[in-house]
């Protein structure tokens, strides 16, 4: 397939359920800010959220951003809305990736209109938030802007071989002492290789009556071969216009 992997696409190589696939897109429908947590390397965070994000409404801008005084002063006073994207919550010297002041200055500029999403790597969800507030300094306040985190694990020997799983997706109310507490979403139960429903999100898509008509969308989009880019744009566009 060419071009970026597609919800549908992760949903029919077994990375997610189409249930989690339609909770995401609900979440990003609504502007809800998401961090992706994974290790050890090439876990597919990028990949997971990138397919996340292409399901937003199609008038909701993205803004990359590395943390920088000038940009974060900018987008502050343009109030563009949207979503803040960072590469990576890292202390690696790689183009994109950011530690310290410059993750603290992008919190500070949500108070201006927009979503965030993130990613770093962490073993778990509370390892992930005690990364952003203990090890970069950011409040419990800002850090509970983040509502939903997706943790991913990788397996197989080289990246040829590589498969991924969605392992947890965990809704986050509030973040209290460096920690976060909420509930988990769905879990991935490694001994069966199935993904489990745990809970309904309490802070958006409310009711169960939303997520199965998106994860019927979902659902039929891998069951017809249908999970390029231009597939899912096009019954993405047309569930929003019933």
């Known amino acids: 397939m060419a071009g970026e992997i597609t919800i549908a696409e992760l949903v029919r190589n077994g990375t997610m359920s ?7 897109w609900a979440a990003v429908d609504e502007g809800r800010s998401f961090l992706t947590v994974a290790i050890p390397r090439f876990a597919g965070k990028s990949t997971l959220s990138n397919a996340v994000l292409a399901l937003r409404p199609p008038d909701v801008p993205l803004h990359l951003v590395d943390g920088s005084p000038e940009l974060m002063q900018r987008l502050t006073q343009e109030r563009l809305g949207g979503y803040l994207v960072v590469a990576e ?3 690696a010297p790689v183009p994109g990736y950011i530690w310290g002041e410059p993750v603290r200055r992008v919190f500070d500029t949500l108070g201006a209109g927009y979503s965030l999403q993130a990613a770093l790597h962490a073993p778990g969800v509370e390892e992930a938030i005690r990364a952003v507030t203990e090890g970069n300094g950011v409040s419990d306040e800002l850090a509970s802007a983040f509502e939903l ?3 991913i694990e990788r397996f197989g020997d080289d990246e040829e071989s590589f498969w991924r799983r969605l392992a947890e997706v965990y809704e986050v109310d509030r973040v209290r002492g460096g920690r976060p507490e909420g509930r988990t979403l769905f879990r991935w139960q490694a001994d069966a290789d199935r993904f489990d429903t745990v809970e309904a999100p309490r802070g958006f898509a409310l009711g169960l009556d939303e997520i199965e008509a998106r994860a019927a969308v979902i659902a039929d989009l891998v069951s017809s071969g ?3 880019e231009s597939d899912v744009a096009a019954a993405v ?3 929003r216009a019933r």
């Open 226 to 228: 249908h999970t390029t």
């Open 237 to 239: 566009a047309a569930y």
């Open 18 to 24: 189409a249930e989690m696939a339609a909770t995401l």
């Open 89 to 91: 919550f890292s202390q």
């Open 149 to 151: 985190v997706l943790y």
